[in-house]
């Protein structure tokens, strides 16, 4: 392995210090029995992040977190290891484990170099976790290193739209103009966020897919219920009800 780059030791350091506050909503997580997706809650049949048979099947949740994703995917069969960058967040989930009495592998490391050989897995997935939190320049293709021929890969991040249009301040909700430039998004950080996002157009999504050895099969573009409601403040139900705030990228790796 070589050595972190500094946005990973940087993300990591951030994701230690809030992994108490995100513990209750592992928990809540954990206790479904049915998936929900992404801020709003948008249940498994309007997203359909899992394929349709994952049962035995060998499955990597890239940046885990708390490891619900994994979670959900265990209880359908899947033989599924999780990575995060974070130990506290893994600390929370090896908890859950217990609490569920599930046992799964739980790494610690950065999901752009995987201590795994190539073609170990079936299907990839990722929500809110390394496809936000990793550069997709290294973690892309590491995913595809990861994957056999055929294999999947699914992820949830916020939308091109929404980081569009999203201030800089802390709390406040996109707006309805357009807050930055288009051209050239890859790395953005916040003034009062001491983490590192990253974020592509929908064209440099794709170039980049094509280009790790993936066909893109499906954009979904979420959109809430009108009775949705979620915690968090950088955009509105209404915002979220005109234009997406969340995106689903699926791919299939070449054979």
Request: with cysteine.
């Amino acid at each position: 392995m070589s050595e972190l780059p500094e946005y990973v030791r940087r993300n990591r350091a951030m994701w230690d210090e809030w992994a108490k506050k995100f513990a209750p909503a592992g928990e809540r997580a954990w206790a479904q029995r049915e998936p929900t997706w992404g801020i709003w809650g948008v249940p498994e049949s309007g997203v359909r992040m899992f394929p349709d048979d994952v049962a035995s099947k060998d499955v990597i949740e890239l940046g885990c977190g708390t490891a619900y994703v994994s979670s959900w995917l265990a209880r359908r069969g899947a033989k599924v290891v999780g990575i995060d960058n974070s130990q506290e967040q893994l600390a929370t989930a090896r908890r859950l484990q217990k609490r569920h009495g599930l046992d799964f592998p739980l790494l610690h490391g950065n999901a752009e170099e995987v201590s795994y050989p190539e073609a170990a897995f079936d299907f990839a997935i990722s929500e809110y976790g390394a496809c936000l939190w990793a550069d997709p320049y290294k973690w892309i293709p590491e995913a595809a290193r990861l994957l056999r021929p055929g294999g999947r890969l699914h992820f949830l991040t916020n939308s091109f739209l929404h980081t569009l249009c999203v201030p800089d301040e802390d709390d406040v909700p996109a707006a309805d103009r357009l807050l930055r430039p288009a051209f050239g998004m890859h790395r953005v950080e916040y003034p009062n966020d001491p983490g590192v996002e990253f974020h592509l157009s929908h064209g440099d999504w794709i170039r980049l897919l094509r280009g790790s050895g993936f066909e893109v099969e499906d954009l979904v573009e979420l959109r809430p219920s009108p009775e949705a409601r979620t915690e968090y403040k950088h955009v509105t139900l209404e915002w979220a009800r005109q234009w997406p705030s969340e995106e689903v990228w699926k791919a299939c790796k070449r054979a």
